[in-house]
C-alpha cells in the first residue's frame, strides 16, 4: 500500500509517509526510503530530488515533534495518546539521558525505531537547544537514510529477490506454527481425555 502510494503521488508522497512516521504513526522509516530508492532506479524519480525529499521528510516529522514537547512541556505527557508512546518510565530514563549526553542520546535514538518518536519529544520538553536536536538529528539521517537509499537504488533486482526469499521463509515459519499449534492442542486434548478416564476408574473402583 505504501508503494502504491508513493507510486501515484511520488515526492509529495514519500514526504508525507515519512513525516507521519516522523510523528510515530506504524511506519517504519526505512519502507518509504528504500521504495524511493527503487523507484529512482527505474527511473519513476530523479535521485538527486528523491533522496533530498526523504531527508526533508524524515528531519520535517522530528522537528515538529520537538516543538511540540518544548512548546507545551511536561503538560503534555497527561494526553493519553502520549502516554502510549512515552510512559513513565521511558520518559525518566530519557530525561537522565538528556541531562548527561544531549547530542548523543538524540543520534543514537534516530536509529531505534519504536523509540525514535518519545525521545525528540521528550527533547523538546527537556529544553534541549533547537540547533544542538537538529544538528544531531541530522547528522543521523544523513548516515541512515542515504544508505537505505543508496541500497534500494544500487541492488533494487537484489532486494526483489530477497523480498521473494523471505516471503517464502515466513510460508515455512507459518506452516511450522500452525502444525506445532495443532501438535500442542492434540497433546493437552489426550492429556486430558486420559484424567478424565483415570478420574472415572477411580470413582468405579
Request: aromatic share 12%.
Amino acid at each position: 500500500m505504501i508503494n502504491d502510494f508513493i507510486e501515484q503521488f511520488t515526492y509529495l508522497g514519500i514526504f508525507l509517509i515519512l513525516f507521519l512516521g516522523g510523528l510515530g504513526a506504524p511506519i517504519p522509516e526505512e519502507l518509504p526510503v528504500l521504495a524511493a530508492g527503487a523507484l529512482a532506479h527505474e527511473g519513476y524519480m530523479r535521485w538527486w530530488v528523491a533522496l533530498p525529499v526523504c531527508l526533508f521528510g524524515v528531519l520535517a516529522g522530528d522537528s515538529v515533534l520537538y516543538w511540540v514537547g518544548h512548546h507545551w512541556g511536561e503538560h503534555i505527557l497527561e494526553w493519553p495518546i502520549v502516554r502510549r508512546v512515552l510512559t513513565q518510565a521511558r520518559e525518566h530514563a530519557l530525561m537522565e539521558a538528556y541531562r548527561r549526553h544531549a547530542v548523543k542520546t538524540v543520534f543514537t535514538a534516530r536509529h531505534v525505531m519504536g523509540v525514535r518518536a518519545a525521545a525528540f519529544l521528550t527533547a523538546g520538553i527537556a529544553r534541549v537547544p533547537f540547533w544542538k536536536f537538529l544538528l544531531a538529528d541530522g547528522a543521523a539521517a544523513l548516515i541512515g537514510v542515504p544508505l537505505g537509499f543508496a541500497l534500494a537504488y544500487f541492488f533494487t533486482d537484489q532486494l526483489e529477490a530477497i523480498l521473494h526469499d523471505v516471503r517464502r521463509v515466513e510460508r515455512w515459519l507459518t506452516l511450522a506454527a500452525l502444525l506445532a499449534l495443532a501438535t500442542w492442542i492434540a497433546v493437552v486434548a489426550w492429556r486430558k481425555s486420559r484424567a478424565v478416564a483415570r478420574n472415572v476408574d477411580e470413582g468405579v473402583l
